[in-house]
């Protein structure tokens, strides 16, 4: 508590909040940027099964809107995810309350994602797959499982707008529980 007290004296909980965040997603992203770039390397560089499924993969990029339409929706994904993290962490006491917040979090997320990614190989153009590419939660997934098949432009940008808007509102959201945890932590 004395630590804290210490931190909170020098910034504000809000600062201390998205310090987390940035760094926590600064080294995820660093791992995650250094297994993308080993496998397209490996994959450019050889020969076999992998680089032909790398290969195929990366023609299915027909426009070259696509490519930043990739990364913002993997980041805003990551955000997402990264900041119900940082909601479980600063509302848990232990790592077992965490662990009690995170289980039924993430099957909630995951599930939908993973009937999804089913019925969006099968049949991109599905209801399910068109429901969940607007709802916030779903939306990064729904929309990189679509982007290879044929996704409007202006689908595109609006769900890229509901996204910007979502993450700043669970920013403001996230943030405020944040700092209500850590001034309440020493009572």
């Known amino acids: 508590n004395k630590l804290l007290e210490s931190v909170l004296a020098c910034i504000r909980p809000a600062a201390l909040m998205h310090g ?39 023609e299915s990029i027909s426009e070259p809107w696509m490519i930043p339409a990739m990364i913002f929706y993997f980041l805003s994904g990551y955000v997402i995810v990264s900041m119900l993290f940082l909601a479980i962490g600063s509302v848990s006491d232990s790592m077992q309350d965490a662990q009690a917040f995170l289980a039924p979090v993430l099957i909630v997320l995951m599930f939908p994602v993973i009937f999804m990614m089913q019925a969006a190989l099968s049949d991109p153009g599905s209801v399910l797959v068109h429901v969940l590419s607007w709802i916030p939660f779903y939306t990064p997934f ?7 098949a044929g996704v409007s432009i202006a689908e595109v940008i609006g769900t890229v707008a509901l996204l910007c808007g ?22």
Do not use: C, H, P
């Open 20 to 58: 987390k965040l940035l760094g926590l997603g600064g080294v995820g992203l660093t791992i995650v940027l250094v297994w993308a770039g080993g496998a397209v390397a490996a994959g450019l560089t050889s020969t076999g099964a992998f680089a032909d499924a790398l290969r195929t993969s990366l």
């Open 142 to 148: 729904a929309m990189l499982a679509r982007l290879g």
């Open 166 to 187: 979502f993450i700043a509102l669970q920013l403001i959201f996230i943030g405020r529980l944040f700092e209500s945890s850590v001034l309440s932590s020493g009572k």
